[in-house]
Each structure stands twice: as structure tokens, then as C-alpha cells.
């Protein structure tokens, strides 16, 4: 029960970080990210390219921080131009685009197949890396929550031509905080290459992004504990239905499918029902003070 | 050179179908719809439903049609319309949820196992180029779909309405145009489009439940290239796409350069979408912050 | 108050009674025994196929009467064709459900990353389905119940020059599975003089391939050699019969092909398969397997399926209960759906009984040995 119970936690620590990532690009800036999933995955290929050409850990970190780095302000370069429905499709996009890439060119990292990396085979020792990352990550999300650039962040979430004639450029602001998600990312990915072992495509599709984002929705956008709330939930969801599908004594695939369905169904009852989530942002009151 | 340009008009019809009911949504309510998607995938399933019953091919389609289109009128009622307050980003992460929720409902009700129409093909030559009947068949409808819709939007009073409603829906509405009404009447025809261009889609390939992932890139690639909210851009833009996709997997590029043969693995076909569709939003010389054409 | 003790003593024996009868009436503690495959997702109709043979086994068995008594117990998770998924499902069954063994279908990016916690927890693992030969590095914990491709690979290549085929190209699945059995077929095909006109790796899940097709046509082989799975084998088929095709099919695994158009199939498609498919154990199984999920053609993964589980409850009845040991020993004799089975040292799939099958009016036939 216990390795259970650890996976488990693990995968939700690292799950939070890319959460956390997230709600730092659109809880707080307003970057509709929906290829959330290709920070993630870019840190997880680091280790993985590393491995299959037979190059160190510490290589395939640098190498998953520096794509995820020089990735993050690729897919921001167009956001001037676009409105954010149209970003959103360009970073869903790019995502798909680097998954195709993974599955079709075996040379980089196995195809669809995937590569080996190394494990961290003590299952402690991988949720002390996980909660360590967690804790490190919210700290540095905390601080730049309640520091003048989070607060900017927020005025540009809300306006983008306020910020404009505050005097601060706006793609500055949303490139910081991209290069800052992604790296967050980076580094839950490369730990879940690390503790998973085996990085493969499929772990890296549409489908990963949109979960993130029901977690974070669910959670409460803009609110740090939320983003790890409802990951928390999320995962929870997953884990929990293994167990009342057996429980339930329905067709072995039927329970499969529903298991599926449920996060569709949540993050739809979650704008109809509780739109600001399990952990509401909190209200923040700046007056002003002196000339 | 004579057969890509055959497939692509194959695959443009294929798309363009799904591709105007994205657009005529997006004009109206404003924002990118991915249940839509599921909508294709559901009138697929209705069909093969309807023709498990014994019925012929043109009635199923009819039936699968009336009935998606009742589904997208529900799905309006029960989420969209309570959401229609907020902004386009969150109403399109809600539309991912009901995807996600409409996929596994197929998938829990059909099974996960694909699927196939059965139908009797006859095999035409033209030059060393081929085509068959179902080609031809799914050309045809295509384009009769879309002779309906333009006579639907331009000679009728209520294609008036829609048209009022996607320019200015306050205005709209100060003329007497229902506009509730004229929004569930245009779900209903996004839906019975999508159920069209999704029976066409598995008659060409097959029907699973994932099959959404296969449509989705190119559909939403051809309708933004189209400039998301305008009905003849999505038709264009899927027609573009549909030639850059066959074009770069079909052209033999190795005999061009050398003697030996070589061609772009045709597996790259989704990523040259997207990479389009990347292309095309970051170089437009049109403005398309507000949020598309107006 | 003695009154009151008196009638608690009653009760409380009543209930124990009670239980005690219950737990007999449900004979032994069962045994668990897990399975992990893609219930959603990709490659959905052939892990749902494994699993069916999986269940048409236990049936058998505890219709015997169990192992010793015990019944087998089924615990069957989804992997979602995903690393982390697999994983769940893998630390659920080994650690909370405590199964001794998982019978896994998956490519190897399932198998491979479930394979080290396999081996660290001293479990086993019985694979119906990779073919990928990095499974070999866990021997003692890894059994492979389907052959290595090379092995099939090899036989095909021959076999098809043998046919007095000259030139040949090739239409597979870019994965493992379809470019190891491809390279294993091009080697031999040209060490018998034969020539390699095209080698076409599909990517699975397409939904056409009529540009591949093209590309085939275009290089005017005398055959084309394949092999592949169940939806996307019939969508080639498909493109291939509209765009004209007339060559010959020469496959590895033809069973695992479906076949799209009667007629058209009739006669062009023949290859080598992993023998024993047309024995007793197998019709048996067929049998089973339509009485009880109905009229649809079973995949052979049913039959892959039935033998992991069937070996398990070997081991399981082997004096010493359920172990490594027990578990290498358990093929010892045994004659299953897919024929005998024979493991190397690192509990891979070896001189599997190979059969030369025909498609002929609808269904394929088994036509010699090699």
C-alpha cells in the first residue's frame, strides 16, 4: 500500500509544479496556454535525448531548461499580434508539433517507443525530490505573487493597454513570466523523466494539457494553493476510480472509458457550479499611498 | 501531379464541412469551439447507428444530422448559454471539458474498437490518376452542403437574422431579431454540419472514439487560416491546407534533386497543419487582435 | 445479567457460525493475478481481445476447480497507452491488490518503464504483445508469451523468396515491432537473391494512406511485404484495393491483419504465423470465445491472452506455489493456443512452431509447417 500511496504523491507534487506553471501564465497574466503540456515535455526530453545518445543526467537537465527556455519565447513571439483565443490555438499547436516530431523522427529519442533514463529507483527518494521541487517552486511563484511584478501582472491580465501606459512593456512583462513558467516546467519535467523512467510520447498529448488546466481551473485560477489543490483533486479523481472500478463490477472497458468522461464532466460543473474554484484567488487591495 | 491534386480536393471536402460549422459558431458567440469536434465524431456514430437499423445512407445522414444538431442545441442550454457572460478563453476550456466528456460517452457506449461503413466502391482512371466513387460521392455532398448553406445565409429571412446576430448582436436585438432563438437555430445547423462532415470523414477512414484527435488539427488549422469567423474563409483555408498536405507528402522530392526517390514520410502530414496554421497567424498582415473579422 | 452473557455467547457463536460457513461455501482465498492494457486510447480492440483470452482462461480454471482450491481472481487496470498510467496501475496491483504476477499487453514505452519495479518488487511480469528484445534484459521477471520478430522476420524473408518472388517492397507500422520484423525479413530476402524496391513505415492511426500507397505503386514491386495490426492493416488494405493494387501480400502474422474486402483478399494474401493457432487448444478457445463475447472474429491476441494466464496457473498449482522458479518451469509440457512454448534464457519466446497461412474464401487456413 505504501509505494502506492508514494507514486502516487510523487506524481501529484510534480503535476502541482506544472499547475503552479500555469497559473503563474494565465492566473495571473492572462496567457491562455494550451500547450501547457510542451514545457513539460521539453524538460522530460532533455534527460530523454541525453540517454538514448548516451550523455549524463546533469547534460539532459541543461539541455530540457534551455529548450524549454528558447521554446517559451517562440511560442510567446506572436502573442502581440494575436488575441488570446488565437494564441491559445498557436501554443496547442506547438505542443502537437513537437509531440509529431517526437513520434516520427526515431533518431532523436526513440520514436514513438520512446527512450530509458535513468531511475530513481527509491520510491522515498523520488517524493522527497517531488516535495522538495513543490515547495521550492511555490516559494518562488509566492514571491513573485506578491511582489510590483505580480501586481503588474495582474493590471496586464485584466488590460494590456493600462500596463502600456503605466509606462512598462507589456511583452516584457508576459516574456519574464513565460521564461519563468517554462522553466518551472522544465524542471517537473525532467524530475518525471527521472522518476518515471521511460519517456515516451503519449505521455505528452492534448489530452495532459487539458487535464492540467481542469486542475487548475477546479483549484482556482489565480490562486497558488489552488493550482496544487486541485491537482491534488485531479489525480485523486484518477487514482480513486481504479478502485471503485473494480468495486463496481461493470464491463472491465465501460469502466475504463467513464473513468475518463469524469474530467470532462468536473471541469464542466466547476464553471456552471463554483466558477472561481476550490481555493478562490484572494482579493487583493493596494491603496494608494503618498504622492 | 494530377492525383494529389485529386486527393486534396477529397480531403478539403472532408474538412471544409466540419470546418464552416467552427466558423459560423464563432461568428455568432465568439469563441472556438472544441466540443464541435465531438459533434463529427457523435453524427459519425449516429449514422452507423441509424444504418445498423437497415436504413439507406442519404436517410441516416438526415436522422444523424436532425439529431446532432438537437445535442448542440442541449449542449447551448445546459453550458454554454449560463457561461455566455465570460470570456472567449474560458467558454473554450469549458467546450474542452464537454469534449472530453462526449468522447468517453462514445467510447463507453460503442466501444473503443474502430468501426467501418460498409460500402462498394467502383475504381475510375483518369490518366495514371485515380478516383473512386466514394471520392466522387463525398465531393458531390460537400459541395451541395455548401450551396445550402450560402442559399440558407443570403436568400432566406433568417440567414438575414444569423447575419444580423454575428455583425452586431446588440443591434440585433434592437430590431426584433430573437436572438436566443437564432443562436439555438444556429447550434443546431453547426451540429447538423459537423454530423455531415463527420459521416463523410468515417466513410473515407473509419469511425473510433479518438478519431477527434485526427480531425481536430486540421479543422481548427483550416478555420483559423480562414480567419476563424468568416464561413467562405474556412472553406478556403481548408482547401489550402488540404493542397499543402498532399502536395508536401505526395510530391516525390528526391527525384526532383536526384536520381533516387524520396518522399516526406506522409505521417508528417498533421505537423505540416499545424505548422501552417503557425505560419499563417504569425505572418498575416491583417490585424487579428478583436478577436477576428468583423 | 448471566442471562444477558449467555444469549451474547449464543449470538456471537451464531455469527461465527455464520462466517466461518460463508467463507467455506466460497471455497480458498482466491488468488489475484493483475492485467495491465490499453483500455482507452490506442491499440484498444487487441488489448481488449488479450484481456477477453485472459478471462476465457480463468474461466476455465476455476471451472476445474481453481488452483489447489483457490480461484483466480481478475484485476484488470488501463494503461492508456501512457507511461505514468501504466505505472499506477502496476504500484496498485503489486502493492495494494498484492497479485504475484501481471500479464501486460503495451508497446515498450508501457512495459519497459513497469519492467524495473517489476523486478525490484520480485514480480513477474508476462508480456502478450512487445516484441521490443530490450524485455529480455529483466530475465527472472519478464516472460514473453509472443515471439521475438526477427524470428518471424526471418522465416518470412525466406519464405517469400522461396515463393520465387524477385523484387518486393516493404508496408509496416513505424514501431519496434514493424521495423524489427521488417529488417529481419529484408536481410534474409536478400541473402536469397531477392531485391528491396521500398520500405514503407506507416505512423499508426492515420486516417488514410493513400500517399503511402502511391509511393508503393510508383516503385512496381513483384510483391509487397507486411505486417501490422487489426484497423490500420485494414485501412491499407483499403487504399490499396481503391488505388489498384494487384501484387501478392506476403505477411508476418497474417492473422493479426484484418482484412477489408473479401473478394479482393481472395488468394493475395499469405504468410508465415507463429504456429498453433490451427490446433485443438486454439479452436477450443475460438469456441469459448464466441459463446461468450458473441460473433466477432477474435483477434490472436485472444489466444496470446489465455496462455499467459494458463501458464500462471501452472505455476501456481507447481509444488512450491507461485515463483520465478515455478514460473520458468511452467511451459515444461504445456501445449497452449499459440502451440508450445519455449523460453531462452531470459525468458523470451524461441523456436515458436511457425505455419504457412493462406486467406481463402474468407478465412485464413493454415497450409503447411516450416
Not at chain 1, 196 to 209: I, L, Q, W, Y
Amino acid at each position: 500500500m505504501l509505494d502506492f500511496l508514494v507514486f502516487a504523491v510523487t506524481m501529484i507534487a510534480i503535476w502541482s509544479v506544472v499547475a503552479l506553471s500555469l497559473d503563474l501564465q494565465f492566473g495571473l497574466c492572462g496567457l491562455v496556454n494550451f500547450g501547457q503540456i510542451l514545457p513539460f515535455a521539453l524538460g522530460a526530453y532533455g534527460p530523454a535525448i541525453s540517454a538514448a545518445h548516451g550523455g549524463s543526467i546533469s547534460a539532459g537537465l541543461a539541455l530540457g531548461l534551455a529548450m524549454a527556455a528558447v521554446g517559451g519565447v517562440l511560442v510567446l513571439a506572436p502573442v502581440g499580434r494575436l488575441s488570446q483565443d488565437y494564441w491559445a490555438l498557436v501554443s496547442l499547436g506547438a505542443s502537437e508539433i513537437f509531440r509529431l516530431l517526437m513520434v516520427n523522427v526515431t533518431p532523436i529519442a526513440g520514436g514513438q517507443d520512446g527512450t530509458a533514463v535513468a531511475r530513481v529507483s527509491n520510491p522515498l527518494a523520488a517524493l522527497g525530490l517531488a516535495l522538495g521541487l513543490l515547495l521550492a517552486m511555490l516559494l518562488l511563484a509566492r514571491r513573485i505573487d506578491r511582489s510590483p511584478l505580480g501586481r503588474l501582472m495582474r493590471v496586464l491580465r485584466e488590460d494590456d493597454l493600462l500596463v502600456a501606459t503605466l509606462g512598462r512593456n507589456p511583452f516584457r512583462v508576459q516574456a519574464l513570466v513565460t521564461v519563468v513558467a517554462w522553466l518551472m516546467a522544465a524542471l517537473a519535467g525532467a524530475l518525471y523523466a527521472h522518476v518515471v523512467g521511460f519517456v515516451a510520447p503519449s505521455s505528452f498529448s492534448v489530452a495532459e494539457t487539458f487535464i492540467v488546466w481542469t486542475a487548475l481551473i477546479l483549484g482556482g485560477a489565480g490562486s497558488l494553493l489552488g493550482a496544487v489543490v486541485g491537482t491534488a483533486f485531479v489525480q485523486f479523481i484518477s487514482v480513486s476510480t481504479r478502485f471503485l472500478a473494480a468495486w463496481s463490477g461493470l464491463p472491465f472497458d465501460l469502466v475504463a472509458n467513464l473513468r475518463l468522461g469524469i474530467f470532462g464532466v468536473v471541469l464542466v460543473l466547476v464553471f456552471l457550479l463554483r466558477r472561481e474554484g476550490l481555493v478562490p484567488e484572494r482579493k487583493v487591495r493596494v491603496d494608494a499611498v503618498g504622492p | 501531379m494530377l492525383q494529389i491534386l485529386l486527393n486534396s480536393i477529397v480531403y478539403a471536402s472532408e474538412i471544409a464541412v466540419i470546418a464552416v460549422g467552427i466558423s459560423l459558431a464563432y461568428s455568432v458567440v465568439r469563441f472556438a469551439n472544441f466540443a464541435h469536434i465531438q459533434y463529427a465524431v457523435l453524427g459519425g456514430y449516429f449514422t452507423y447507428a441509424a444504418r445498423g437499423l437497415g436504413l439507406g445512407f442519404p436517410v441516416a445522414t438526415a436522422i444523424s444530422a436532425v439529431l446532432t444538431g438537437l445535442v448542440a442545441i442541449i449542449v447551448e442550454r445546459l453550458v454554454f448559454h449560463p457561461l455566455r457572460g465570460l470570456r472567449p478563453e474560458a467558454k473554450m476550456i469549458a467546450s474542452w471539458g464537454v469534449a472530453l466528456a462526449f468522447r468517453s460517452g462514445v467510447a463507453a457506449v460503442f466501444g473503443g474498437a474502430a468501426r467501418v461503413f460498409d460500402v462498394e466502391t467502383d475504381t475510375y482512371l483518369l490518366g495514371d490518376a485515380v478516383i473512386t466513387s466514394l471520392d466522387l460521392a463525398v465531393v458531390a455532398t460537400t459541395i451541395a452542403a455548401m450551396v445550402v448553406l450560402q442559399l440558407l445565409l443570403y436568400r432566406t429571412r433568417i440567414g438575414t437574422g444569423l447575419r444580423a446576430l454575428a455583425d452586431n448582436r446588440d443591434l440585433a436585438a434592437t430590431r426584433g431579431i430573437p436572438p436566443d432563438r437564432l443562436t439555438a437555430l444556429m447550434w443546431f445547423l453547426a451540429g447538423a454540419f459537423a454530423a455531415l462532415g463527420g459521416t463523410l470523414f468515417a466513410l473515407e477512414t473509419r469511425l473510433q472514439p479518438d478519431m477527434d484527435l485526427q480531425i481536430l488539427l486540421p479543422v481548427f488549422a483550416a478555420v483559423t487560416i480562414g480567419g476563424l469567423s468568416s464561413i467562405a474563409g474556412a472553406v478556403a483555408g481548408a482547401c489550402i491546407l488540404s493542397l499543402a498536405q498532399n502536395i508536401a507528402i505526395g510530391v516525390d522530392f528526391g527525384a526532383v534533386l536526384s536520381s533516387r526517390s524520396w518522399f516526406l514520410p506522409s505521417q508528417f502530414r498533421d505537423t505540416i497543419a499545424v505548422a501552417a496554421m503557425v505560419l499563417v497567424l504569425c505572418f498575416r498582415p491583417r490585424q487579428l487582435r478583436s478577436g477576428g473579422v468583423r | 445479567m448471566q442471562r444477558f452473557i449467555h444469549s451474547m455467547v449464543g449470538a456471537g457463536a451464531v455469527a461465527l457460525a455464520f462466517l466461518s460457513s460463508g467463507a467455506q461455501a466460497q471455497s480458498k482465498e482466491p488468488i489475484p493475478i493483475g492485467v495491465i492494457a490499453n483500455l482507452t486510447g490506442m491499440d484498444v480492440k487487441t488489448s481488449t481481445d488479450m484481456v477477453r483470452g485472459i478471462q476465457i482462461a480463468a474461466d476455465a480454471v476455476n471451472k476445474d476447480g481453481g488452483v489447489d482450491g483457490q480461484p483466480i481472481k481478475l484485476i484488470i487496470e488501463d494503461a492508456q497507452y501512457k507511461t505514468q498510467e501504466a505505472l499506477n496501475a502496476a504500484t496498485k496491483l503489486y502493492d495494494v491488490d498484492k497479485v504475484p504476477a501481471v500479464i501486460m499487453f503495451g508497446g515498450s514505452s508501457i512495459e519497459l518503464a513497469v519492467a524495473p519495479i517489476a523486478k525490484q518488487k520480485g514480480k513477474i511480469i508476462v508480456n502478450t504483445s512487445s516484441s521490443s528484445a530490450k524485455l529480455g534484459d529483466f530475465p527472472g521477471t519478464v516472460y514473453s508469451v509472443l515471439p521475438l520478430d526477427d524470428i518471424v522476420g526471418k522465416a518470412l524473408g525466406e519464405w517469400t523468396a522461396a515463393q520465387g518472388v524477385k523484387s518486393a517492397a516493404f508496408v509496416v507500422p513505424n514501431n519496434t515491432f514493424g521495423t524489427g520484423l521488417m529488417d529481419a525479413a529484408a536481410t534474409a530476402f536478400e541473402a536469397k537473391g531477392g531485391k528491396i524496391v521500398a520500405k514503407i513505415a506507416y505512423s499508426e492511426g492515420q486516417p488514410d494512406y493513400r500517399a503511402d500507397i502511391q509511393q508503393l505503386v510508383s516503385s512496381k514491386p513483384d510483391a509487397i511485404m507486411t505486417t501490422g495490426y487489426g484497423d490500420d492493416s485494414r485501412t491499407i488494405f483499403k487504399d490499396a484495393r481503391t488505388l489498384g493494387l494487384k501484387q501478392v501480400w506476403y505477411a508476418g502474422y497474417p492473422s493479426i491483419l484484418t482484412v477489408e474486402n473479401e473478394a479482393w483478399m481472395n488468394g493475395h494474401l499469405m504468410g508465415v504465423d507463429n504456429g498453433g493457432l490451427s490446433g485443438d487448444v486454439a479452436k477450443k478457445v475460438g469456441a469459448d470465445y464466441a459463446a461468450k463475447f458473441g460473433k466477432e472474429e477474435p483477434l490472436p491476441h485472444v489466444f496470446y491472452g489465455y496462455d499467459a494466464l494458463m501458464l500462471i496457473a501452472r505455476a501456481a498449482a507447481a509444488p512450491g506455489g507461485f515463483s520465478a522458479t515455478t514460473m520458468a518451469k511452467s511451459i515444461d509440457g504445456y501445449q497452449g493456443a499459440t502451440g508450445a512454448i519455449k523460453w531462452d534464457v531470459r525468458g523470451q519466446r524461441i523456436d515458436p512452431p511457425i505455419d504457412v497461412i493462406s486467406y481463402k474464401d474468407g478465412k485464413f487456413v493454415t497450409t503447411g509447417q516450416q
